[in-house]
Structure formats: structure tokens, C-alpha cells
């Protein structure tokens, strides 16, 4: 029996190697990097839930949804049929709390987020088919649509910029003119670029009018301001707030903000961009990935303080954001409008409103053009957006559940959300818009025609005017004041009444057509406020024979 007895020893090493080696094999499987932790893997949890995807979901399952790592969480996001890419900005992150409370479930999605921070990588990855839907702004969009023309189709908006992206300027720089023949620093691709774009456009600027500074990157951009090297700078939140406090903060009153989004609300929205043959073969995905997004902004916006605490805790445990605090989200989304559906039913038209969108897709492309960033062949032949997918989720069951509001005053599913309440403008007169207002552009506009010695504005001329109403829509909060001027021909009693005639003419039409009477002041300054003081030609004439267009803003 000596030969035949059994080394359990032997066989207990054994073993123990051969369940060594299975354990390696379950870790690596996992994808995890958190040690014994990792077995059960966020992918063993998601394929878990894909066989229950339309099991009931009852409220007292809340708590486990806040506290899920699951999607959204550094997930293989091989194991979905839906990938969002994102970037760092603040208006994307409401899905990681969507994801996170498992909205994406109640709509039958199985959906992943990647974050890829460049926006041409993002759009490239669209393009490919490596990612099913996106968030950019729409300047950026609309310039990768020379290079990338079918890689997307805009579904939805996220959230409007107000006050997250603007001007910072030394204290001498006057007014937005007054950017004419000064250094102008800003990052040359992209969003800072087009803002830039924008209010050169405005007071008829162009490049050559200002020395740009162009660069790869915003920390660059604010090392310029803080050495004195750019007189300008386009810039972004939270560096751009955190750069004026702290030059000021050295030097007193040595920069100040002179414009932000928050004064020209719809410039630049961030969109919800889908693959476009993705969306053609996969509409009912489409409006499952639309219904979730729109349940996590509900969310957000319904429920702030618990989000901006969940949206932290994710953010940090993400990694991609560094070390995020509650206050850093609550003071970014203060510099956005998280668009609701309601929003995005009321923007896109589909509650029968005006289109709203279209035009601001016509007014980013025809800025891009201005300066040679798209082609000036360019068109929008090809379908860019669609109202189709939101019409369709519009028209679904247990819609209202998604709309803001709608549980609790009983909006109906169709009704948009309120108008967010229009400025209350003071009434001014000549004398007081000086004091109480400051200049913020003397706006580049065509010339306004009249009748020979008439305050009739000629047929040729009431396009300028419809551009100057649209201007006015653009930049809500601003005072107009319309100067008229004329030329040394006839006295000047009778050359100062025709001058007011004419500016009092231009405001009764603009008033005609919805602009509220107290935001627009006319003035007639006759022949007293001369181009050209000594007229010899009548090019001298024409120059001083003039309808000038000025928006200034309330002091402080």
C-alpha cells in the first residue's frame, strides 16, 4: 500500500494552481481595474440587465438607479447598440445621470457613452459609424459639414450658451468698433473662432481690420491677456471668469467682460447629433436614445440640487473630468439653458410654431462664410436636421411624462414650455439713453433709402429694415437707437426736422412689425453730425446722407 498512497499535498498544489488560473481568466474577462472588486464586472451588469430591459421599473427601485456604476461609468461599450460620444463640455453630462438612474432602460436602449474631447474626432468617429449619436455646437457642426456632409443629422438641442462664452477686453477698449486695429486672441478652431466671427460681422470688421492671435488652446489664450500681449480675447467659462477676477484682482478695473451669450441667447446652441444612416434604418432607437436624453433633462432641470450632486459624483469617478465638485457644476450650468423637450418641440416647430432653428443654421453658416471658414458655394441642399424624430416622439404614448412641467400644471402633450420672461425696457428719451445706457456696437446695416427731401423709406429699402428687426431678435436685451442724418443741401431748421421724420419713419415700421416701442429711441441730427465736414462732391453728400443703427445696453 506504500506505492498507491495518495499526496495530498501534492494534489492540494494543484488545485490550487488550477483555481489561481481560473480567477485570472474571470478578472481579465471583467475589464475591471479594481482588484477583487472587478469579478463583477459593470459589462456582467449590463448584460445582466439586457435580459430584463422591459421588466417593470417600480419607484421604490430609485435609490439603486443613483447609486448604479453601470452605464456611463467606464462600461465596455462593445456590450451596447448605442454609443454617445462626449466631450468635456457641461451640456452633455445630463446622460451620465440618465444613464446612471436608467432611463435609457425605459425605452428599451441598451446605450453606452465614450468621451472623445476633440470635436473632429467626435465627428469623425460619427462619420464611421464608431459612435451613433453626438453633442457639438452647432458652429463647429456646420464647419465639418464641408469635410463630413452625411456623417450626422441633428435631432435635438441640448442647451443654449448664456453667458458661458463672450469677450474679454483691457478696460480702454470702448465697444465692440472698437476692436478695429487691435490684437484679438482666441483658439482657432472652433466655437471661440465663430464668436469672434460673429461680432466682427456685426460692426463690419474683418480680419484685416484686427491683428489676430490664433491658438491651439484657452490656456494660451489667457496667458495672453494676463501679460497685456492681446487687447481682446474670446474665451469661455469658467476660464474666462476666473481670468477677470484674478487680473482685477492684481490691477483693479484693468479688463472687463465686454460681451457674452447670455446677451445674444440663440448664437450658440449645442445639438444632439445622430449617424445619419443610423437614424434612417433605426428611427425607433432614435426616438428611444431622444426619450432618454430628454428624461435626464427633465430631471435636471426639475430636480437641480440632487443632480449637480449625482452629476459631480459621476464626473469624478469618470475620471475623463478631473476631481469635480457640486459648486462646479451648479455654477457651469448657470452659463446654460438646458433645453427641455418642450423647448426643443417649440424651436424645432413641431407644435406648430415657428421654426426657429433653421434660421440660426442659415445665420452660423452665412458667419462662416463671411470669413472663409466654409466655402461661399456652399449649401444647405443636404438634410441637416430633422423634426421628424421629435414629431414622431411628440406623438407617442406617455409623452407628457417627459415634458417640465406637464405632471403637475396638466399642460397637454402638445404645449410647449413658457416663453422665458422678455426684458421690461424703460422708456428713455434722447438725453437719458446717453446716461443710462452704454454703447455696445454701431451696427454694420445697409444703407436706408428715402424718398428726395420725404421721411419715406423707398420699397428698395424695407429688406434693411426686416435685417435690422432680425438683429434686434437676435440681441433681446439691448436698447436701439436710430440716428439720422443729412446733408448740407437746404437750411439746417428744415435739414433737422427731416432728419427726425426719417429716424421716427424707420421706428413706427420696426414697431409695426412686434418691436417693443420702448426699446427703440429716434433721434434726428440734420446736417450738425457730418462724415465729412466740408462737402465737394456728391460722394461727400452721400456719405453724410445716413441711417445709422446703435445698440447700447442698461449701465451695470
Do not use: C
Not at 92 to 100: A, C, F, K
Not at 397 to 418: H, M, P
Amino acid at each position: 500500500m506504500e506505492g498507491k498512497r495518495i499526496k495530498w499535498g501534492n494534489i492540494i498544489i494543484v488545485l490550487l494552481i488550477i483555481a489561481a488560473g481560473i480567477a485570472a481568466f474571470n478578472y481579465r474577462g471583467s475589464g475591471s481595474n479594481g482588484g477583487i472588486f472587478g469579478f463583477f464586472s459593470n459589462g456582467d451588469k449590463d448584460k445582466k440587465g439586457d435580459q430584463s430591459l422591459n421588466s417593470d421599473q417600480s419607484d421604490n427601485n430609485d435609490n439603486q438607479k443613483d447609486n448604479s456604476k453601470g452605464n456611463g461609468n467606464n462600461v465596455d461599450s462593445s456590450s451596447s447598440d448605442f454609443i454617445m460620444g462626449l466631450d468635456s463640455w457641461i451640456g452633455g453630462t445630463p446622460i451620465l445621470v440618465g444613464l446612471s438612474r436608467e432611463y435609457n432602460r425605459d425605452y428599451s436602449l441598451s446605450m453606452d457613452v465614450k468621451y472623445i474631447p476633440s470635436d473632429n474626432d467626435r465627428i469623425e468617429a460619427l462619420n464611421k459609424g464608431e459612435i451613433q449619436a453626438t453633442e457639438m455646437s452647432l458652429p463647429a457642426f456646420m464647419k465639418f459639414q464641408a469635410k463630413y456632409p452625411d456623417a450626422g443629422v441633428i435631432v435635438g438641442i441640448t442647451d443654449f450658451s448664456r453667458g458661458a462664452d463672450g469677450i474679454v477686453a483691457k478696460a480702454e477698449v470702448k465697444d465692440l468698433n472698437d476692436m478695429e486695429g487691435r490684437k484679438v486672441s482666441f483658439v482657432a478652431d472652433g466655437t471661440g473662432k465663430f464668436i469672434l466671427n460673429k461680432f466682427l460681422r456685426l460692426v463690419g470688421l474683418r480680419y484685416q481690420d484686427i491683428e489676430p492671435i490664433e491658438r491651439e488652446d484657452m490656456s494660451q489664450v489667457i496667458e495672453d491677456l494676463k501679460s497685456g500681449n492681446a487687447d481682446l480675447i474670446v474665451s469661455w467659462s469658467p476660464d474666462m471668469n476666473i481670468a477677470v477676477n484674478e487680473i482685477n484682482a492684481a490691477n483693479p478695473g484693468s479688463v472687463k467682460v465686454l460681451i457674452t451669450t447670455k446677451e445674444v441667447p440663440d448664437l450658440v446652441p449645442t445639438m444632439l447629433v445622430v449617424n445619419k444612416d443610423y437614424a434612417q434604418n433605426n428611427a425607433g432607437k432614435v426616438e428611444s436614445f431622444i426619450k432618454t436624453w430628454y428624461a435626464a433633462s427633465k430631471y435636471v432641470i426639475e430636480k437641480p440640487d440632487k443632480a449637480y450632486e449625482k452629476l459631480a459624483e459621476l464626473m469624478t469617478e469618470k475620471g475623463e473630468y478631473g476631481e469635480v465638485a457640486k459648486k462646479d457644476v451648479e455654477a457651469s450650468f448657470k452659463d446654460i439653458k438646458l433645453m427641455s423637450l418642450n423647448d426643443n418641440l417649440s424651436y424645432f416647430g413641431v407644435n406648430g410654431n415657428e421654426n426657429k432653428l433653421d434660421g440660426i443654421i442659415n445665420d452660423t453658416v452665412e458667419t462662416w462664410k463671411r470669413y472663409g471658414d466654409i466655402d461661399l458655394n456652399f449649401n444647405l441642399s443636404q438634410e441637416v436636421s430633422s423634426k421628424g424624430y421629435l414629431g414622431n416622439v411628440k406623438n407617442s404614448e406617455g409623452i407628457e411624462e417627459l415634458l417640465v412641467g406637464a405632471v403637475d400644471s396638466e399642460i397637454s402633450g402638445s404645449a410647449s414650455q413658457a416663453e422665458e420672461k422678455k426684458k421690461e425696457f424703460k422708456q428713455q428719451d434722447a438725453q437719458s439713453i446717453e446716461k443710462n445706457t452704454e454703447r455696445v456696437a454701431k451696427v454694420d446695416i445697409p444703407p436706408v433709402y428715402y424718398d428726395s427731401g420725404k421721411a419715406t423709406v423707398k420699397a428698395e429699402s424695407i429688406a434693411v429694415l426686416n435685417q435690422v428687426k432680425e438683429m434686434l431678435s437676435q440681441f433681446p436685451e439691448y436698447y436701439l437707437i436710430i440716428d439720422a442724418h443729412t446733408d448740407t443741401v437746404g437750411n439746417n431748421e428744415n435739414n433737422l426736422k427731416l432728419s427726425k421724420d426719417r429716424a421716427d419713419e424707420v421706428k413706427k415700421y420696426l414697431v409695426q412689425k412686434g418691436v417693443d416701442e420702448k426699446r427703440i429711441i429716434a433721434r434726428g441730427w440734420g446736417e450738425d453730425r457730418p462724415i465729412v465736414p466740408k462737402e465737394s462732391t456728391e460722394g461727400d453728400k452721400a456719405k453724410n446722407r445716413r441711417t445709422e443703427f446703435i445698440l447700447t445696453r442698461e449701465i451695470g
